[in-house]
């Protein structure tokens, strides 16, 4: 309980002087969170080439696109102490969203490998094989999992402590 209280202050200390800071410094750490969520999320397929570029790439694209329509409407500021907060928040739910849809491709095509067999041995494209799991690794996706928790001190943490 000792650690956890002084982790917990170390860490409100290092965001009061981190969110004192200006603009470009909000995007680093934005950008340092992206990276440390697209490395969680890319060991669920480490057996993927290029898992930790594509996942990064989702994650951005995902937590991106949320960011710019947010400050794009008003609703979001691009004020350090408020961007970087919900930033955190929203990359960290877009990590959730990148993983679990690794996790239903890899399922997907482990449920579905003889399907995926024959097509190739028949002389199909491997991406025409996979394609109706590609496709479907978006659509359903299972209850969120407490699996992540390695990466809540970095990224949920400041989204929390500032709310």
Known sequence: MVRG????????LVLAVLLHGNLPVGVLILLAMTFATAV???????????????????????????IAGMLATGTLTADIAVLVPVGSMIIANAMNACAQS????????????????????????????????????????????SRYAEVARLVWIPGVMAA
């Open 5 to 12: 209280l002084v982790q917990m202050v170390f860490v409100g």
């Open 40 to 66: 969680t999320a890319s060991r669920r397929a480490q057996d993927i080439k290029g898992s930790l570029l594509l996942s990064f790439y989702a994650i951005a694209a995902g937590s991106g696109v949320v």
């Open 102 to 145: 690794i996790e239903r491709f890899r399922a997907d095509v482990t449920a579905h490998v003889g399907q995926i067999e024959a097509g190739l041995a028949l002389g199909a494209d491997p991406g025409v094989t996979v394609a109706p799991y590609v496709a479907g690794c978006g659509l359903c996706q299972p209850p969120p999992s």
